[in-house]
């Protein structure tokens, strides 16, 4: 089966810390795609079935990558990890397959593309839109002069010192629910988009209605909703 690879994540928004953040790449099988309900499907693929091709893209991933670097971690239930000593990062190779949208089939745009991330253990597809993720934090930084981006990074840095237990994904979606208006970044106002950020923790520590309306970027999520 033909194989395709896409980044996501933080090195595509430029919200990465250079000392922490992962590298994500998509590991994606292209021969066929999944088609949102109610679409046609004008060409059925029948010659293989998808758990089985990709477990064995799995597979194949693991031992190339085995013959390549000393550090492989296969116990992820999405992905397998790798250290890059070169790079001295972490990569996540996280396996999917192709999700089209109704709109994507409309416009072409990638924004409406999707994929269906793959669960080995329990053998579930976990739909996801990374690249309206990917636009969206992009669109946000660039309105707020990088502000917005500033402000995750930080979160991401109290983080890394064990101040902060959240994923990067919920501690993205928590700056993208801040007004663009109170993000915006102009020379020496870093102390104000904190102040932003430290009020919306606050929001979202004592108000549960407001925590559970949080949503991700793509908008497809509520992270904080339990």
Same mark, same amino acid.
Request: aromatic share 10%; hydrophobic share 30%; with cysteine.
């Given at each position: +089966?033909?194989?395709?690879?896409?980044?996501?994540?933080?090195?595509?928004?430029?919200?990465?810390?250079?000392?922490?953040?992962?590298?994500?790449?998509?590991?994606?099988?292209?021969?066929?795609? %999944?088609?949102?309900?109610?679409?046609?499907?004008?060409?059925?693929?029948?010659?293989? @079935?998808?758990?089985?091709?990709? *477990?064995?893209? #799995? &597979?194949?991933?693991?031992?190339?990558? *085995?013959?390549?670097? $000393?550090?492989? $971690?296969?116990?992820?239930?999405? &992905?397998?990890?790798? +250290?890059?000593? &070169? @790079?001295?990062?972490?990569?996540?190779?996280? %396996?999917?397959?192709?999700?089209?949208?109704? *709109?994507?089939?409309?416009?072409?745009?990638? /924004? /409406?593309?999707?994929?269906?991330?793959?669960?080995?253990?329990?053998?579930?597809?976990?739909?996801?839109?990374? %690249?309206?993720?990917?636009?969206?934090?992009?669109?946000?930084? $660039?309105?707020?002069?990088?502000?917005? #981006?500033?402000?995750? #990074?930080? @979160?991401?840095?109290?983080k890394?010192?064990?101040?902060?237990?959240?994923?990067? %994904?919920?501690?993205?979606?928590i700056?993208? &629910?801040i007004?663009?208006?109170?993000?915006?970044?102009? /020379?020496?106002?870093?102390?104000?988009?904190?102040?932003?950020?430290?009020?919306?923790?606050?929001?979202?520590?004592?108000?549960?209605?407001?925590?559970?309306?949080?949503?991700?970027?793509?908008?497809?999520?509520?992270p904080?909703?339990?």
């Amino acid at each position: +089966f033909n194989r395709a690879y896409k980044t996501q994540g933080s090195v595509m928004t430029d919200t990465n810390i250079k000392v922490h953040s992962d590298f994500d790449l998509l590991a994606i099988i292209d021969r066929y795609q %999944f088609l949102e309900p109610g679409l046609p499907i004008e060409n059925p693929y029948t010659e293989t @079935l998808p758990d089985d091709d990709i *477990k064995s893209f #799995r &597979s194949q991933s693991i031992k190339i990558l *085995k013959n390549v670097y $000393d550090e492989v $971690d296969t116990s992820g239930a999405k &992905s397998i990890s790798i +250290f890059n000593k &070169s @790079l001295n990062r972490k990569v996540d190779v996280v %396996f999917c397959f192709w999700y089209h949208s109704k *709109k994507f089939i409309e416009t072409g745009n990638e /924004y /409406y593309k999707g994929i269906y991330l793959y669960e080995f253990p329990t053998k579930t597809k976990i739909k996801d839109y990374p %690249f309206a993720h990917i636009n969206n934090v992009n669109h946000k930084g $660039d309105t707020t002069n990088d502000g917005s #981006r500033k402000g995750i #990074r930080l @979160l991401k840095n109290l983080k890394a010192d064990g101040e902060i237990k959240l994923s990067s %994904f919920h501690l993205t979606s928590i700056v993208h &629910s801040i007004e663009n208006t109170s993000l915006v970044y102009a /020379y020496g106002n870093e102390l104000l988009i904190a102040k932003a950020i430290s009020e919306e923790l606050n929001l979202i520590l004592n108000e549960t209605n407001h925590r559970k309306q949080i949503t991700s970027p793509n908008g497809t999520e509520k992270p904080l909703e339990k």
